[in-house]
């Protein structure tokens, strides 16, 4: 494709970026096929070649509005397009800067503004978010099912190991998950215990800062990616071999820091080098499989499953078919599903600002989810698991702690020590 970018942006690293991936697009459309929104407007600017040119348009310089704004907050970022494209147009990328640069322009309506600068303080605060999780689930008789379908009940998180082990891993507990669901990373801990791994839960790490970039707030995510790289730094020196992110959405995020702060001298080589430490818990119980199949209760081989792969795990870490495996060799039948490439709808904060479009998203997911009857849903990420929980009575689980549930059996000769709680160094 050929630009003619605004001078004065070609000089940022933004600028030069974007018109490298502009140019890498060739118009050929493969990617409206795999567009989620696509599929259910129909609309070119409601898919990502229509949204490219938009990008381009306004980083030309012409007219931006806010129907400009409008069709690229539609897009979902799931990056489906990104697998089918035959060039490699990294779209995800560009439709970040082109979120941003549109929004500065443009801007929003106070109501619009209020509402996104609430959900990043709200969901970004785990005190505040655990408080208002609480309080909605006390309320729980009170309020209307359309409300209390989006309050995950209550579960217990069980026992953390006490670290023992040569071999140590991170474990980012994230702003959301330990209020919606705190035995995600327990259940990880458990796991990596028995395969000779002791995740440690480090005090002073949050929020990935995922939520702040995709919400065109760059500054305020490059600050949360420094507080996490801070945090996690002595452990780092100290030899941890690994950052585990039981989200996938979040795990893509922190794989990401490499980018996002390349342009700070302090801190380019640290992101660099945490980026590439980052792992999605299948990565390590792959890697990890032969210690932990001799441990397993095959009592469970009639549980049949139906697997959700976030789009964060199988087009942002373009992992595919490895938690299918695991499951499948832990005696889980996994039944098919249709369209398992498309998104649920959840993506980060897209289920708040674009309610209507993800509940279809929602809808479809379901019922491609459900069509053979599953007796559990298993996924990879809290917001998909959330977000598709609200819609269904099927219980909905991250697929760690269905390994969990059925690698119970201590090793002969070492120690089944426990106690309540994160360890936290």
């Known amino acids: 494709m050929e630009t003619r970018l605004l001078p ?23 990617c409206t096929a795999t567009c989620p929104t696509y599929q259910l407007l129909g609309d070119e600017l409601d898919g990502p070649r229509g949204r490219i040119y938009l990008i381009k348009q306004a980083l030309e310089g012409g007219e931006v509005s806010a129907s400009t704004q409008l069709h690229l907050d539609r897009c979902l970022t799931c990056r489906s397009c990104e697998t089918t494209c035959p060039s490699g147009v990294r779209y995800g990328r560009l439709v970040d800067i082109g979120r941003k640069f549109v929004d500065d322009r443009v801007g929003r309506a106070p109501v619009d503004a209020a509402r996104r600068a609430a959900l990043r303080r709200g969901l970004m605060s785990r005190s505040l978010f655990g408080t208002a999780v609480a309080l ?5 008789p009170f309020l209307p099912r359309a409300l209390t379908a989006s309050i995950p009940v209550a579960r217990g998180a069980g026992d953390w190991p006490v670290p023992r082990h040569p071999r140590r891993v991170l474990v980012m507990r994230g702003c959301v998950q330990p209020s919606l669901a705190p035995n995600i990373d327990a259940a990880t801990a458990r796991v990596f215990d028995r395969a000779g791994i002791s995740a440690i839960a480090v005090d002073g790490a949050g929020c990935c800062g995922a939520l702040s970039y995709h919400l065109s707030e760059h500054d305020e995510a490059r600050a949360l990616a420094r507080r996490n790289i801070d945090a996690w730094w002595p452990h780092v020196d100290r030899g ?37 430490l980052v792992r999605d818990p299948i990565e390590i119980v792959g890697a990890e499989w032969h210690r932990l199949v001799p441990l397993i209760d095959r009592s469970h081989a009639n549980a049949t499953l ?77 917001g998909c698991m959330t977000h598709l929980q609200s819609g269904t009575d099927v219980p909905i689980r991250h697929w760690i702690e269905l390994i969990d549930a059925v690698t119970t059996v201590p090793r002969a000769g070492t120690s089944t020590q426990m106690r309540t709680g994160a360890p936290v160094s």
């Open 8 to 30: 004065a942006l070609l000089e940022t690293p933004e600028g030069r970026e974007a018109d490298s991936i502009l140019r890498a697009c060739v118009h050929c459309g493969f």
């Open 306 to 382: 139906a697997f959700h792969p976030p789009c964060t795990l199988q087009h942002g870490f373009r992992i595919r078919g490895e938690v299918e495996r695991v499951l499948c060799d832990a005696g889980y039948t996994l039944l098919p599903v249709a369209d398992a490439h498309l998104c649920c709808g959840s993506a980060g904060t897209y289920s708040i600002l674009q309610p209507e479009l993800a509940g279809q998203l929602k809808a479809n997911k379901l019922g491609a989810l459900t069509a053979h009857r599953p007796s559990m849903i298993a996924t990879a990420n809290i």
């Open 240 to 276: 941890a071999e690994a950052i585990v992110m039981t989200a996938s959405g979040c795990g893509v995020m922190l794989r990401d820091y490499g980018h996002v702060l390349e342009g700070d001298p302090a801190y380019a080589a640290k992101a660099s080098r945490i980026a590439a």
């Open 136 to 140: 909605g689930r006390l309320a729980r």
